[in-house]
């Protein structure tokens, strides 16, 4: 299995709202990644767990709360989102072999939009 | 502080021809890896070629090479034999490390 899937693929949500993005991969790899994409944009990267640890936060507003239960899952809670959050969510693994060959798997995404 | 630059924010290829997709890069690590994805409009990152920077050789997978020149500081995509499908966002990146540096990509359109 060479997939990381993302679950829902699109959302839209109020600014009071809480809700959840998930993401799986059966890889068996040691990193997974958030990143966020705005239109006609290159992706930015949120956050990066290390053996399901949170290893870099990327001066991300709390109001994104990442989560790692185990080591083929990802979450990323959402709450009180602003509309500038609306953005294409992309999760990515990599099993990071060597120092240099930082390799990403990205899935589908989630296309959130906040109302 | 490393820096991918894509000086291309558009491209055109007619189907059949080969393209190239200029990449320039800034660092001062020694050691760092260097990527190309495809975005197709649906969203999804995909990987086509990685070039690490000891590798003496230039990266090749299928129709895709990677013009890795080290003294330049250029890793330039080229796409041989373009399809209508090639048609896509096209991002450059650099690993240093335990991040990807993006460039800010260059859309190719294939023609017929």
């Known amino acids: 299995d060479t997939e990381v899937t993302q679950t829902p693929k699109h959302l839209v949500m109020g600014m009071t709202n809480k809700k959840s993005l998930k993401c799986e991969q059966h890889?068996?790899?040691?990193?997974m990644y958030w990143y966020k994409q705005k239109a006609k944009k290159p992706p930015e990267l949120m956050f990066v767990?290390?053996?399901?640890?949170?290893?870099i936060n990327e001066s991300v507003p709390s109001r994104f709360s990442p989560e790692c239960p185990n080591s083929s899952l990802l979450n990323l809670h959402l709450h009180a989102l602003q509309p500038e959050d609306s953005a294409l969510y992309l999760c990515?693994?990599?099993?990071?072999?060597?120092?240099?060959?930082?390799?990403?798997?990205f899935g589908p995404g989630t296309r959130l939009t906040v109302l | 502080a490393q820096k991918i630059t894509q000086t291309q924010p558009g491209m055109f290829v007619q189907e059949k021809e080969a393209v190239t997709l200029d990449c320039t890069y800034d660092?001062?690590?020694?050691?760092?890896?260097l990527f190309w994805y495809k975005q197709p409009s649906s969203g999804e990152m995909i990987f086509l070629i990685y070039?690490?920077?000891?590798?003496?050789q230039n990266a090749t997978e299928g129709r895709y090479s990677l013009n890795f020149q080290k003294a330049r500081k250029s890793a330039n995509l080229v796409i041989s034999a373009s399809q209508l499908g090639d048609s896509a966002m096209y991002f450059c990146?650099?690993?240093?490390?335990?991040?990807?540096?993006f460039g800010t990509g260059t859309r190719l359109q294939v023609f017929p």
């Open positions: 990515a693994s990599s099993q990071w072999r060597d120092r240099d060959n930082n390799e990403q798997f």
């Open positions: 890889m068996g790899h040691r990193a």
């Open positions: 767990y290390s053996y399901e640890k949170l290893s």
């Open positions: 660092t001062s690590d020694p050691s760092y890896g």
């Open positions: 070039q690490g920077s000891y590798d003496q």
């Open positions: 990146a650099m690993s240093p490390g335990d991040k990807l540096i």
